[in-house]
T-cell receptor, first 115, second 115 residues
């Protein structure tokens, strides 16, 4: 069955610290996609990144980076030099063919960046 | 104007009342979804529709029904609301082309409280 685990329920860091949010997934499919979304305090869901199962290259976008490792079924998200504006709930999601092409979301990690 | 809109944004109702949440999109997407978000559980899929004539149950459809009135409109109904349906409800859309790799675009959410 498809499943996404985000073991860290809440994380607090002080501004400028680096922080990594963990995401572990389960799927029997060989073709799948992984996503990260951000939900700031205002409540909307903001798409951050998509990665397909055939592309294991890490990705960097400004202060954000993502580490995809199929060997450990993980797709971790690192924020470098965190800022207060990074405070949000972050969701990892999985999409594969077995679940009707729908998303399975993890429970989310609430990140608080303190000034 | 927002691409995916939801009405109402907030609603307080009483147990046993019928409630309809509406979603409209201007993105021209065929696929539409309804999720509910509960603290610590992430987003869970209630219903989804891949086109006007296609309606499918998601993970937690009991107590809910939907109507796809047009490509751009997808409504969620609670026939007889109960307190454990208190949650934040999101509508989302995605494009048909590209299959499982497409990101979903979310509306701003409807906060529903059932007393």
């Amino acid at each position: 069955a498809q499943k996404v685990t985000q073991a860290q329920t809440e994380i607090s860091v002080v501004e400028k610290e680096d922080v990594t949010l963990d995401c572990v997934y389960e799927t029997r499919d060989t073709t799948y996609y992984l996503f990260w979304y951000k939900q700031p305090p205002s409540g909307e869901l903001v798409f951050l990144i998509r990665r397909n199962s055939f592309d294991e290259q890490n990705e960097i976008s400004g202060r954000y980076s993502w580490n995809f490792q199929k060997s450990t079924s993980s797709f971790n998200f690192t924020i470098t030099a965190s800022q207060v504006v990074d405070s949000a709930v972050y969701f990892c999601a999985l999409s594969d063919l077995n679940y009707g092409q729908n998303f399975v979301f993890g429970p989310g990690t609430r990140l608080s960046v303190l000034p | 104007d927002a691409d995916v809109t939801q009405t109402p944004r907030n609603r307080i109702t009483k147990t046993g009342k019928r409630i309809m949440l509406e979603c409209s999109q201007t993105k021209g997407h065929d696929r539409m979804y309804w999720y509910r978000q509960d603290p610590g559980l992430g987003l869970r899929l209630i219903y989804y529709s891949f086109d006007v004539k296609d309606i499918n149950k998601g993970e937690i459809s009991d107590g809910y029904s939907v109507s796809r009135q047009a490509q751009a409109k997808f409504s969620l109904s609670l026939e007889s609301a109960i307190p454990n349906q208190t949650a934040l409800y999101f509508c989302a859309t995605s494009d048909l082309t590209g299959g499982i790799g497409n990101e979903q675009f979310f509306g701003p959410g409807t906060r529903l409280t059932v007393l």
